[in-house]
């Protein structure tokens, strides 16, 4: 449990850290949707600079974002290498059977390669500079015009907000379960299939049968205090749209504009 | 369905949204490993849907909160497409469910829609892998995900059927 840090968020005091959650969520998105419109070395170089910059002012070290690429690394390689070795076309250098080395290949792929690096830095920056209960606050909030049509914006929110209060919580029950079973003379991921999955039932009942138990009790508690469902419901944390938000989608406007001028 | 019972269902949901983050954050040890392959314990819970329609929003939630929040991978694109591929699927199962009476039956056809729709995975692993003079080949990153999420999910029906003959899925949400 201690090993955990929710949701990875670093808290700070940056301007990142203190933008409105829904334009970093929007801002994030967008920001991979333009990453596609890339073709060349030089946008990419661009890419590269403009992302580095946020993360220079969100002032969190890289190290965190390179720890973020490193699950991933064998399937950047995968797919870079199926690029290199398959794309046909400019000088080649080196051919055995159905491989090949050549110029566009190794050219593919560095820019698959920076586009993964590229994803997996914005996603990285968007949740170590926003606390989860923000980032859930911010889906409830671009979420809503889906009131119209009877979607259920406040339950979904909700059920959200304690999704994420309650991780830490059934965390720390499954390691008191896995231990009691240990002590128990359970060995978890030793023997043959169904030796392991015999291994799991014991952990999964009594998680749960706590987690329905504190359904019920929440759901008795929250009636008690008069939860009448999320209209008309002040909040605790709210949300404002400042000038620096805007500035950011300006800026992303300016760098898909330079995308298009690059390609 | 009165208030009552409204709020019951959003907060059994979100514990069960926990729960899958939970199970996919113990890997190692609540995961099933046969060689060199790990297995996620929690898309057992995708079985939840075949107790009670109600369990797919902690079910999506699950995956939404997990691949969003706490995926050290693709973050945004995972939560679009995993999200994505868990919605569909389990829309389909619950629109399908009626006409399906025993519950392996009901099993056997989750496990059938997962195993299709990794098709979106393996388009996203396709979309972000290709550029504009190549194509990431579609058919052996389908399979090699479609295997992998087909053998979980029937390792992991036996187990959640053994676990409902105890906790009784369906009775906790009515109840």
Known sequence: ?263 | MTNQRRLKMVILNGLVAALYVVLSLFPGMLGFASGAIQFRISEGLNHLVVFNKKYLWGVFGGVLVFNFFFSSENKLLDTLFGGGQTLLALLILTLVMPYLKQTWQKMLMNILLFTGSMSMIAWMIVLTGSTGGTQMPFWPTYISLALSEGLIMTITAPIMYMVDKVVHFDAQMKS
């Open chain 1, 1 to 263: 449990m201690n090993k955990l840090i929710l949701g990875r968020y670093i808290p700070g005091d940056s301007i990142l850290h203190r933008m409105d959650p829904r334009a970093k969520l929007l801002a994030s998105f967008y920001y991979i949707g333009i990453i596609f419109l890339a073709r060349t070395w030089q946008a990419y170089a661009l890419l590269l600079v403009f992302t580095l910059v946020l993360i220079g002012i969100s002032k969190i070290k890289l190290d965190f974002f390179i720890k973020g690429v490193k699950p991933l690394l064998w399937l950047i390689l995968f797919t870079v290498l199926l690029q290199i070795f398959f794309t046909r076309g400019g000088h080649v250098y080196w051919q055995w059977g159905f491989l090949s080395l050549t110029q566009y290949g190794l050219i593919n792929g560095a820019y698959i390669f920076m586009r993964f690096v590229l994803i997996i830095f914005m996603s990285t920056l968007l949740t170590l500079t926003t606390p989860p209960l923000s980032l859930a606050d911010a889906i409830e909030s671009i979420l809503k015009p889906l009131k119209v049509v009877h979607f259920p914006v406040y339950e979904v929110a909700l059920m959200l907000s304690i999704a994420l209060r309650f991780v830490p919580t059934l965390m720390d029950e499954t390691t008191k379960i896995m231990d009691a079973q240990r002590a128990r003379g359970v060995d978890f991921g030793e023997g043959n299939l169904f030796q392991q999955m015999k291994a799991i039932v014991p952990i999964l009942i009594p998680l749960f049968v706590s987690s329905f138990n504190r359904a019920d009790d929440l759901a008795t508690a929250m009636e008690a205090r008069g939860y009448q469902g999320g209209e008309g419901r002040s909040k605790y944390r709210i949300l404002k749209w400042r000038t620096k938000d805007t500035v950011a989608f300006i800026l992303m406007g300016l760098l898909t504009i330079a995308l298009i001028f690059l390609r």
